[in-house]
């Protein structure tokens, strides 16, 4: 056997990973219960998180005699990552209440219930909830990647549904943004996987006006061939004068939300008696409801308030005629929309 | 059907009363700036225009350290 002055390569299966189930006590704080009551997963994805130190060198300057550089200098930390699951009410609680930054949990049915949408600015701020992300290759003596990825925000999430006999007929993506604080080593105990409980689209059931064709929903229609949920952020990592360095690089001060958009794509069958492009005609709206379920009491759901389509394209999938649908989603006051998982989580989030 | 009460107001929301049959799950929520949390009924429809006005929740008294 060949001998390695640092040991063998690493592969990227070896990797560990695991996020603060509850929100962080703020930006500069590694959790404590990262290494107690962290969420630790698998995912599908191989990318470990982005985590750079960026540098800026002295190309540009005048003085130096020539055009090159003589010198680099270390500027900010930055941290942006990607988590790829199969739907599951755990990984969905942790996306919505983290993403959507207000949640409020309770008893439902022999699990918990954790209902979550948009949460208001005006009154609440610019930051959501943060979270530590843990990330171990080898952890203990020689480790190859240990650290804790700290300041840490849900920048969206997007959940697909397709016709598929396998897992992967329902996913979601997770984009996370980080202010770059890490700590190495994390000083983390991985705890054990938890068991996700997959919300698969055969469960799928839709509700509201906008999901129907000849007023039959479009899965009682048997029309129905995939959609997506999107919600994004759109955060920014805000440096300001005083906010401290690592390893000689300035640190995210707050990641603070920008224009935030909700965003609802669907692809039905066309058939004899479709009127989406009447709906889109008439200026027609009206609210749109999806609801999922896993072994009980595991379950799902995305209510959007209201809704209507500013875009329907005739298109083929696979050979069979269908309309893509693209939606504005509209906000009649009481918010644009909400959404809920059942799990056995106690608390996720910022629910206390 | 949707069970987002598109058309409650805030003025509409009550603070829950006693009902017959199996009482509907209870949380504390606070409002901003409020120095005392309220309980309010487990409900969507009442929840969701209390999280939109920007309420949170928070231990009930009984939990609060």
């Known amino acids: 056997m060949p001998t390695y002055p640092g040991g063998p390569a690493a592969r990227v299966i070896e990797t560990l990973i695991a996020f603060s189930q509850t929100k962080d006590a703020n930006i500069t704080t590694a959790t404590a219960a990262a290494g107690t009551s962290a969420f630790r997963m698998s995912k599908l ?5 982005d985590y750079e130190l960026t540098a800026e060198d002295d ?14 200098f270390p500027v900010s930390n930055q941290m942006r990552g990607r988590v790829e699951k199969y739907l599951s009410s755990e990984i969905m609680g942790w996306a919505i209440a983290f993403g959507f930054g207000s949640s409020v949990a309770s008893v439902s049915g022999g699990g918990t219930k954790h209902l979550a949408s948009p949460f208001n600015p005006v009154t609440l701020g610019l930051e959501l909830p943060y979270l530590t ?33 396998a897992r992967d007929s329902a996913k979601i993506v997770v984009d996370l943004i980080g202010t770059g604080s890490k700590t190495e080593p994390s000083g983390v105990t991985m705890p054990a996987v938890t068991s996700p409980h997959e919300l698969k689209a055969s469960s799928l059931i839709l509700a509201g006006t906008m999901l129907q064709v000849s007023a039959t929903d479009y899965v009682t229609a048997k029309t129905f061939v995939s959609c997506t949920i999107g919600y994004k952020n759109n955060l920014t990592a805000r440096y300001a004068p005083g906010g401290g360095t690592q390893a000689g690089g300035a640190l995210a001060t707050a990641l603070e939300v920008g224009t935030r958009a909700a965003t609802f794509s669907a692809i039905v069958r066309l058939v004899n008696g479709s009127d989406e492009f009447q709906k889109i005609t008439n200026s027609t709206t009206g609210p749109a409801q999806l609801d999922f379920t896993g072994p009980s009491p595991h379950a799902g759901n995305v209510t959007f308030a209201k809704l209507g389509w500013k875009a329907a394209k005739i298109d083929n999938t696979n050979g069979i005629v269908t309309l893509r649908l693209d939606a504005s989603i509209l906000n009649p006051g009481s918010g644009i929309m909400s959404a809920f998982a059942v799990n056995s989580i106690a608390k996720q989030g910022a629910e206390p | ?29 606070s409002a901003p700036g409020a120095d005392k949390p309220e309980q ?22 009984t939990e609060a350290k």
């Open chain 2, 40 to 61: 309010f009924e487990a409900k969507d429809e009442i929840l969701l225009p209390l999280m939109n006005q920007g309420y949170i929740q928070v231990a009930g008294p």
């Open chain 1, 59 to 72: 190309a540009a300057e005048i003085g130096k005699g020539d055009e090159f550089a003589t010198a680099v």
């Open chain 1, 133 to 165: 992300v843990v990330e171990q290759i080898r952890p203990g003596s020689t480790p190859v990647v240990d650290r804790s990825l700290f300041g840490t925000a849900i920048d969206g999430f997007q959940i697909d549904f397709t016709s598929s006999p």
């Open chain 2, 1 to 29: 059907m949707s069970s987002f009460a598109s058309n409650l107001k805030p003025g509409d929301i009550q603070a829950p009363t006693a009902q017959a049959g199996t009482p509907a799950p209870k949380v504390w929520l």
């Open chain 1, 45 to 49: 994805n191989v990318d470990l998180m």
